[in-house]
C-alpha cells in the first residue's frame, strides 16, 4: 500500500487524482487546523489542505476566492493549484504551489535578533501594500462573507455574546482588505527575502489595524525582543498605524475578538479551548506599546 493511501483520507485522494498524478506526501510545518501534506501533482511540488468540517470548508473556499484574486497582484502569495470537492460533498481540498523556502516561526525559534528586525521591517513593509490592495467586494460570491467583523461576531461562542469586543469601534471601521491571521507564523523567507505570504483562510475587509494588532499580540506571546516589533511599526510606519487609530483599548479589542472567534471553533472541554480561554485571560495584563 502507498503511502498517499495510508495517510490521505480517500475523498482527498479522489479529489487529488483529477488534478494530475500525485507524488509522494511528507509533513508541513504547521497546518494542523486541517490535513495538510507536501506531494507533487505532475511533478510540481504543491501544498495540499483539505478539510470535511463545514466552518473549515468555507475557510478553505474563502482562501480560494482571494488566492485569484491576489495573482494578480504582485504580492508573495502561493499560486492556485486546484479547488474542489469529493463526489459527496464531504471534503473540501485547495492545492497551492509549495515555495521552497523557510517558516517564519524558524527565524522566530531561532532568535537572532539582528535577523529578526531586519525581517520584522520587511514584513512591515508588505503589510503596507497589503492594505493597499485594491480588490472588487462585487467580485467576490455573493455567498461569502468578506465582512471580517461580521464573520467574527458570528463566530463567537453563546457565553461571550455580550462581549464588548464586539461593539468596539475598531471592529466596524475600514474597508481594506486584511490577511486575518497575519504574522510570522504564515510566511516564508529565503536568505531575509519575504518570498511566501500565506493561510488566507481568515481574509476580508476591515480596518487593517486587526493585522497589525494580531502580529503586536504573536510577537509579544512568543517572547520576540521588544526591537523586532519597533522594526515592524518602521517598515509599515508608525504614522500610518496612528492614522488607523492605535491606541491599547482599540488594540486589545480587535486581538480578543478574533481569540473569541478562534475560541468558537474549538470542542467543548478541549485542550485546544482551554488554551485559548487562558490566552484570554492573560491579554489584559499585556502591556501595548505607545507609537514613538
Given at each position: 500500500?502507498?503511502?498517499?493511501?495510508?495517510?490521505?483520507?480517500?475523498?482527498?485522494?479522489?479529489v487529488l487524482s483529477r488534478f494530475g498524478d500525485v507524488g509522494r506526501v511528507r509533513p508541513t510545518v504547521g497546518?494542523?487546523?486541517?490535513?495538510?501534506?507536501?506531494?507533487?501533482?505532475?511533478?510540481?511540488?504543491?501544498?495540499?489542505?483539505?478539510?470535511?468540517?463545514?466552518?473549515?470548508?468555507?475557510?478553505?473556499?474563502?482562501?480560494?476566492?482571494?488566492?485569484?484574486?491576489?495573482?494578480?497582484?504582485?504580492?508573495?502569495?502561493?499560486?492556485l493549484r486546484g479547488y474542489g470537492a469529493d463526489d459527496d460533498d464531504e471534503w473540501t481540498v485547495l492545492v497551492?504551489?509549495?515555495?521552497?523556502?523557510?517558516?517564519?516561526?524558524?527565524?522566530?525559534?531561532?532568535?537572532?535578533?539582528?535577523?529578526?528586525?531586519?525581517?520584522?521591517?520587511?514584513?512591515?513593509r508588505v503589510f503596507s501594500v497589503v492594505h493597499d490592495t485594491t480588490l472588487s467586494p462585487f467580485d467576490v460570491?455573493?455567498?461569502?462573507?468578506?465582512?471580517?467583523?461580521?464573520?467574527?461576531?458570528?463566530?463567537?461562542?453563546?457565553?461571550?455574546?455580550?462581549?464588548?469586543?464586539?461593539?468596539?469601534?475598531?471592529?466596524?471601521?475600514?474597508?481594506?482588505?486584511?490577511?486575518?491571521?497575519?504574522?510570522?507564523?504564515?510566511?516564508?523567507?529565503?536568505?531575509?527575502?519575504?518570498?511566501?505570504?500565506?493561510?488566507?483562510?481568515?481574509?476580508?475587509?476591515?480596518?487593517?489595524?486587526?493585522?497589525?494588532?494580531?502580529?503586536?499580540?504573536?510577537?509579544?506571546?512568543?517572547?520576540?525582543?521588544?526591537?523586532?516589533?519597533?522594526?515592524?511599526?518602521?517598515?509599515?510606519?508608525?504614522?500610518?498605524?496612528?492614522?488607523?487609530?492605535?491606541?491599547?483599548?482599540?488594540?486589545?479589542?480587535?486581538?480578543?475578538?478574533?481569540?473569541?472567534?478562534?475560541?468558537?471553533?474549538?470542542?467543548?472541554?478541549?485542550?485546544?479551548?482551554?488554551?485559548?480561554?487562558?490566552?484570554?485571560?492573560?491579554?489584559?495584563?499585556?502591556?501595548?506599546?505607545?507609537?514613538?
Amino acid at each position: 500500500m502507498s503511502q498517499l493511501a495510508i495517510v490521505v483520507p480517500a475523498p482527498v485522494r479522489a479529489v487529488l487524482s483529477r488534478f494530475g498524478d500525485v507524488g509522494r506526501v511528507r509533513p508541513t510545518v504547521g497546518g494542523y487546523s486541517n490535513t495538510t501534506f507536501f506531494t507533487t501533482i505532475d511533478g510540481d511540488p504543491v501544498v495540499v489542505k483539505a478539510n470535511s468540517d463545514v466552518r473549515k470548508r468555507a475557510d478553505l473556499r474563502r482562501e480560494t476566492e482571494f488566492l485569484r484574486f491576489l495573482a494578480f497582484t504582485d504580492l508573495p502569495v502561493p499560486a492556485l493549484r486546484g479547488y474542489g470537492a469529493d463526489d459527496d460533498d464531504e471534503w473540501t481540498v485547495l492545492v497551492v504551489g509549495a515555495i521552497d523556502a523557510e517558516s517564519g516561526m524558524t527565524l522566530i525559534q531561532r532568535s537572532d535578533v539582528d535577523e529578526l528586525e531586519l525581517c520584522a521591517r520587511q514584513l512591515g513593509r508588505v503589510f503596507s501594500v497589503v492594505h493597499d490592495t485594491t480588490l472588487s467586494p462585487f467580485d467576490v460570491p455573493a455567498d461569502l462573507d468578506i465582512d471580517l467583523s461580521a464573520r467574527w461576531a458570528a463566530d463567537r461562542p453563546l457565553d461571550l455574546v455580550a462581549n464588548v469586543a464586539f461593539a468596539h469601534p475598531a471592529l466596524k471601521t475600514g474597508l481594506s482588505l486584511v490577511h486575518g491571521d497575519a504574522g510570522f507564523h504564515n510566511t516564508l523567507w529565503d536568505e531575509g527575502q519575504l518570498v511566501g505570504l500565506i493561510d488566507w483562510e481568515f481574509a476580508g475587509y476591515g480596518n487593517p489595524l486587526a493585522d497589525a494588532a494580531w502580529i503586536w499580540w504573536s510577537l509579544t506571546f512568543r517572547r520576540a525582543p521588544d526591537g523586532v516589533w519597533d522594526s515592524f511599526v518602521d517598515g509599515y510606519r508608525s504614522e500610518r498605524l496612528a492614522m488607523l487609530g492605535w491606541s491599547p483599548d482599540a488594540v486589545l479589542a480587535l486581538v480578543r475578538a478574533q481569540m473569541f472567534s478562534l475560541l468558537a471553533r474549538t470542542r467543548e472541554g478541549s485542550g485546544a479551548q482551554k488554551e485559548w480561554r487562558r490566552r484570554l485571560d492573560a491579554l489584559g495584563q499585556l502591556h501595548v506599546p505607545e507609537l514613538s
